[in-house]
Structure formats: structure tokens, C-alpha cells
């Protein structure tokens, strides 16, 4: 079964930081590239951040540059999000999601599997 599941998620303070996880179960994430998207309460879905199958290629949202970074341990068949900085806006469900030989993209349209999400909430 093709599962991604997604941890790290939490509580934290504006400008702390949190790690989230995206795990990989009944398929390898070598030939995927992979996205991280989020969705606030009432809004649409969003592009983060994207790597490529190599990690040689990432994408984020101008909302984040400089804040966030993606990256991937292939042998662990988990993909990272860090998130530093992080502001009351950031608050969203956070969702991992892969397509098979696809191109690092922000749009969501383009991926084919996708993690259940965690919640970031970022409050004081």
C-alpha cells in the first residue's frame, strides 16, 4: 500500500522552529519528486516548497524564501521540511505529496499522492 505520512507537526511561538517529516511506505521515493503544500481554514491549498528526485533542484514560495528548506534522505525514504522563523501565517495543515518522475512543481495539480497533513500552529 502507497502511503506517505507526515509527522512533526505542533504548537510553536512565532519565530521558533519546527522539522516536519515526510515518510515514505510501499514505494521507494527515489523517482518522485516531491512537494510540501498547506491549507489555512478557508483557503486554498498552497505550493511551499518542492525538491527534485535528485535533491538537485528546490522550489519555495515567496512567502517562505529564506525561512524554509527542503531537503530529502533518499536512503530513509523521508523528505524534510525545516522551518525557522516561523510566523502566525504559517499556521495550515502541512501536506507531503509525490508524483513518480515528475518535475519539482508548485502546483498541485501535478502530483499524484498525498500524506494526510499535520497541523503547524504557530500562536504566542
Known amino acids: 500500500q502507497v502511503q506517505l505520512v507526515e509527522s512533526g507537526g505542533g504548537l510553536v511561538q512565532p519565530g521558533g522552529s519546527l522539522r516536519l517529516s515526510c515518510a515514505a511506505s510501499?514505494?521507494?521515493?527515489?523517482?518522485?519528486?516531491i512537494g510540501w503544500f498547506r491549507q489555512a481554514p478557508g483557503k486554498e491549498r498552497e505550493g511551499v516548497s518542492c525538491?527534485?528526485?535528485?535533491?538537485?533542484?528546490?522550489n519555495y514560495a515567496d512567502s517562505v524564501k529564506g525561512r524554509f528548506t527542503i531537503s530529502r534522505d533518499n536512503a530513509k525514504n523521508t523528505v524534510y521540511l525545516q522551518m525557522n522563523s516561523l510566523k502566525p501565517e504559517d499556521t495550515a495543515v502541512y501536506y507531503c505529496?509525490?508524483?513518480?518522475?515528475?518535475?519539482?512543481?508548485?502546483?498541485?495539480?501535478?502530483?499524484?499522492?498525498w500524506g494526510q497533513g499535520t497541523q503547524v500552529t504557530v500562536s504566542s
Open positions: 510501499g514505494f521507494t521515493l527515489d523517482y518522485y519528486a
Open positions: 525538491i527534485s528526485r535528485s535533491g538537485g533542484s528546490t
Open positions: 505529496t509525490a508524483v513518480l518522475f515528475g518535475q519539482c512543481v508548485l502546483n498541485r495539480y501535478e502530483y499524484n499522492y
